[in-house]
């Protein structure tokens, strides 16, 4: 997405989802997308990085990512992301996620 299809200015956006520490552990919270795949570069107990990259009919993309545990309530993940688009776009993405604790379980978030 361009910021000119944004009007310029960056977008909020409230999203609700649980990740669990074994999500983490592994690559669990990015293994929902067949057509990606992941590489963790670095892991620290309160930090991991690694890249992206995925490949289907509506094009491709390339990307790296870094999440950082700010505290132990606490989350922040930055990703960017380049590729193009089947129709003939292009993508340039840069993403900032913060995240807190909300529960000891995640019963009643949607995955």
């Keep these: 997405m361009s910021l000119a299809m944004n009007g310029g200015a960056p977008k909020v956006s409230p999203y609700k989802t649980c990740l669990t520490k074994e999500?983490?552990?592994g690559a669990g919270a990015f293994q929902k997308d067949e057509s990606c795949t992941h590489k963790i570069s670095a892991r620290t107990p309160t930090r991991m990085a690694g890249s992206s990259s995925c490949k289907n009919d509506q094009g491709q993309t390339r990307g790296d990512f870094e999440i950082v545990a700010?505290?132990?309530?606490?989350?922040?993940m930055k990703t960017t992301s380049k590729g193009s688009i089947a129709k003939g776009g292009?993508?340039?993405?840069?993403?900032?996620?913060?995240?807190r604790w909300a529960s000891a379980s995640c019963k009643g978030y949607d995955d």
Excluded: C, N
């Design 70 to 76: 700010a505290s132990p309530e606490t989350i922040v």
């Design 90 to 99: 292009a993508v340039d993405m840069r993403m900032e996620v913060k995240g």
């Design 23 to 25: 999500d983490l552990e």
